[in-house]
């Protein structure tokens, strides 16, 4: 089944240590996504891809990287995570808006980030 | 700009009851679609339903419906037949025709008692 993936589906790090949570994905959609979401809160976009355009969210925290080598992958990098980065990080895809508003976001299972 | 209002922080249903979850929006794109998605405590967010500004008729998906009213800006989720598996966090999205972004609203966390 075509689908959204995400590893790890938990990951540990320490205050400080660099940390990259991967998103692959068999829809061939062109747009990815990544969203922060802290406990009973709404998700909150960090950036998106366009194909290979990047849109950085004017709030997103420069310790927040992000690559995608090709269309089925991409990569959130947390350069240096905070205690205050202890979040599930969300992955998703869509279809670009010229295929029709219909399109929805098709999400990973999610990484749930710990910071110690 | 967009923005989605969800006023039910939290709401409790009998097990086989319908419940509504409101969701109110604001936008000036002439063109739009509204979207609801099931959070269960496992994290993954799941899609319901769709609709579309455009759609002459409320969508349905199963026990899942729609109550689209666009002169009011709302677009409130009805669940029929509540089972113990609804209970999640459930979030009203939106997004432009000219955008690929989805805008979301603070969600809803709905209890199913037996």
């Known amino acids: 089944d075509a689908m959204v993936i995400q590893n790890p589906r938990y990951q540990v790090t320490q205050f400080g240590k660099p940390v990259t949570l991967s998103c692959s994905q068999t829809l061939n959609h062109n747009v990815m996504y990544w969203y922060q979401q802290k406990s009973s809160q709404a998700p909150k976009l960090l950036f998106h891809y366009y194909d290979k355009d990047f849109n950085n969210e004017a709030d997103t925290p420069d310790n927040f990287q992000s690559r995608r080598p090709n269309t089925s992958f991409c990569f959130l990098d947390i350069r240096s995570p905070g205690l205050g980065d202890a979040a599930m990080y969300l992955c998703?895809?869509?279809?670009?808006?010229?295929?029709?508003?219909?399109?929805?976001?098709?999400f990973g299972p999610g990484t749930r980030l710990l910071v110690l | 700009a967009q923005k989605i209002t969800q006023t039910q922080p939290g709401m409790f249903v009998q097990e086989k009851e319908a419940v509504t979850l409101d969701c109110t929006y604001d936008?000036?794109?002439?063109?739009?679609?509204l979207f609801w998605y099931k959070q269960p405590s496992s994290g993954e967010m799941i899609f319901l339903i769709y609709q579309g500004s455009y759609d002459q008729q409320n969508a349905t998906e199963g026990r899942y419906s729609l109550n689209f009213q666009k002169a009011r800006k709302s677009a409130n989720l009805v669940i029929s037949a509540s089972q113990l598996g609804d209970s999640a966090m459930y979030f009203c999205a939106m997004k432009g025709a000219n955008f690929n972004k989805f805008y979301f609203g603070s969600g809803t966390k709905l209890n199913v008692k037996p």
């Open positions: 936008t000036s794109d002439p063109s739009y679609g």
């Open positions: 998703a895809t869509s279809r670009d808006r010229l295929a029709g508003g219909r399109e929805t976001q098709y």
